[in-house]
């Protein structure tokens, strides 16, 4: 089937050293060949050069020379897209790169839509729909853990998981199958005992998967962070020391109200959102504004809590207030104002709240590296180990996999209430289906090849 052939500029729009134009279908060589001649101005067609070849010459638009450009030539299914594509390498000037896509308009392409050269490589099989969402993930990582995983799902690690356990499942289908179509050959006998087992080991690796998303979303998304600590216990102090030039990038982005306004840290390769900084950083009615009813609701979907506790005063009432109710949610409790006369015990402290007290002084800027590294092993476990674990980052792929759990629990329900193998085989086929919507397969001819290929029943 004949493609439209598309185009669009492949770089940033701002003014920089290098433009790059892509063109990809199956006009792509005919495109170039109107508008590229080599450096003597002689018309010379790409379109018999090898490809992934790179071509020094000017680009033409009609008979106006556009820009001085090195054109790149890669042959279907070679590519990108595993179409014709060609890209043009020009000057990087927004101007420039309009014209030159301008020119690869006039010669017959058109204007690509978002995503559609992505989009273009899953039709053609190069790569599933998992990897391609990893395309858009790794464009818009906004930290370094961020990009691995990213990385990670585009080279194939979630699609190979997914894969592996499809596969384990359409072999207990077509096992099930078969020997409903076939009793006298193939037997069920002690079936259900083996598929238990089986089931297990499905059942804990796709949980392990849903709950890798917990780590994922922190990672692609940041920590969900909020300070608490009464007031003038030094929290708007270290929220700036943590957002010291060296340190941090800093956005703000102010939500439709002021108790959304957020603020990014960007600290060892980890994204903080510090929520509700509106209340921490106005010091007036500062009483009413940290209340502990507000705290606690700001804190409730908070992924971290840092408890600032000023070591410079006697324990109150308001400090055992958060120390209750921050136990048992992921927190860091730090003994402020370090630099000063200390009248809170460090080991008094952890007793009460049974973990780890980081002395700090926002003021002198001490213990802020402890804190970080504590927020790392808090998230990271240390390190992570991209290499033998896969991070569900994406939400529509976490759904996929709690739905694909459910259906291994009820196969295993039936299992126990010893219903008949062909109720197994349906809830299997659920799951089937739910793990092919990450890696965007469809069913049948899969079910059928494997039907076939492994139970050779020609008879
Ligand atoms: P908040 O109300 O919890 O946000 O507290 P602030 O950050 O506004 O700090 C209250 C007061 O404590 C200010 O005068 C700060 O300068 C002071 N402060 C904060 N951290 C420290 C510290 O580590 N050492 C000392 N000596 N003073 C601090």
Known sequence: MKTDTIAAIATGMSNSGIGI?????DEAFSVIDKLYRNKNGDQVKLSNARSHTVHYG?????????????????????????EDTVEIDCHGGILMVKKILEAVIHAGARTAQPGEFTKRAFLNGRIDLSQAEAVADVINATNEYALKSSVGQLSGSVSKRIRDLRAGILYQIAFIESALDD????????????????????????RELVESADDGRVMTEGVKTVILGKPNAGKSSLMNVLLGEERAIVTEIAGTT?????????LQGISLNVVDTAGI??????????GVDRARR??????????????????????????????GRKSIILLNKSDLQIVVEKDDLEKMCG?????????????????????RHLFYHGELKFND????????????????????EMVRGSIEDQMPEDFYSIDLMDAYEQLGLIIGEAVDDDLVNEIFARFCMGK
Request: no cysteine; glycine share 6%.
């Open 258 to 266: 002021r108790d959304t306004l957020e603020e990014h840290i960007y």
């Open 389 to 408: 674990q896969v991070y569900i980052t994406n939400v529509r792929h976490k759904e996929a996999l709690e739905e694909a759990l459910k259906s291994l």
């Open 58 to 82: 000017f680009i033409y638009d009609g008979d106006e020379k556009v820009d001085e450009a090195l054109v790149l030539v890669m042959k279907g299914p070679h590519s990108y897209t595993a």
């Open 183 to 206: 009793p006298e050959h193939i037997s069920l006998d002690g079936y259900s005992a083996g598929l238990k087992g089986e089931l297990e080991v499905m059942i804990s690796q796709v």
């Open 281 to 290: 950083r106005d010091t007036e009615d500062v009483v009413e504004k940290i």
């Open 21 to 25: 134009v892509r063109i990809s279908g």
């Open 355 to 375: 973990q780890k007290v980081i002395p700090v002084s926002a003021k002198e800027e001490q213990g802020i590296g402890e804190l970080e590294l504590e927020i």
């Open 298 to 327: 700001a804190a409730r979907d908070a992924d971290l809590i840092i408890f600032v506790v000023d070591g410079s005063r006697p324990l109150d009432e308001s400090d055992r207030e958060i120390l209750e109710f921050i136990r």
